[in-house]
């Protein structure tokens, strides 16, 4: 009998208001069976950068991080943000284990190199033919694109009683811890998790009820979005920023085999609302 397994990826905005991320793990630990709890931090730690005098730098919804801000970073969402969740959750009954990709070599990653992307107006990413200019290189400094997630190891974890909660840090094999976008960390876990013999369902929650055509109207819900409507949203601005990672995490777990993706609010991670990101 397949088992089913609910993941939750909730973001650094939930993190950091206390009424939301107080409500958020009651309704997560109330989720019957196998679940598994991904969360993000970058406001903490964009915040806690500040204190230190180191500069955030942001392109595309993708944070550039040098060797200082892998130092918060690891400390922010490794430290602080995950066992800051682990104990609120041990207060609710629901044992948990605060895990990031390099405990017990869940999630390998490797450095990724300078890559192509494009100008950036104040409207959002400009296509390649841009009066803008001309695609550029940026490099992303520390951060990791998963290659390896180990679902049959986390499976150890759930079968042993625990729930993992997973920070949004990788590494790379040879000693070095990588930054990798959180929402990338639950489609790969998802994903791995798939291939493993569960029935998915992946859960984005972050303050907003859904995807958006209007981002100042949260009644413009998306109802549903798959790979056309992605690419078309895309290119009239209607998605943009932080929202074009998580969509392509999104679509690329439905295409690895997780049976429901959903992105919605942090009140409603029952499933019932928000947007249901499909194949076609």
Known sequence: M??????????????EDESQLTQLLKDFCNIEGAKILVHGGGRRATKIAERLGIETKMVNGRRITDAD?????TMVY???VNKTVVARLQALGCNAIGLTGADANILLSEK???VKISPISPMGPMSPISPMGPIEFIDFGFVGDVKQADGAKIAHFIDAGLTPVIAPLTHDGQGHMLNTN??????????????????????FAFEKPGVLRNADDDSSVIATINHADFESYKADGTISGGMLPKIENALAAVDAGVK???????????GQHGT???EA
């Open 2 to 15: 397949t088992r089913k397994l609910t993941i939750v990826k909730v973001g650094g905005a939930v993190v």
């Open 69 to 73: 801000m892998l130092e918060v970073v």
């Open 78 to 80: 490794g430290g602080l």
């Open 112 to 114: 990724r190199p300078p």
């Open 182 to 203: 959180a929402d990338t960390m639950a489609s790969e876990t998802a994903k791995a998790m798939a291939a493993a013999g569960y029935e998915v369902t992946l859960i």
């Open 260 to 270: 429901r993706v959903i992105i919605t609010k942090a009140t409603a991670i029952d």
């Open 276 to 278: 249901i990101v499909s």
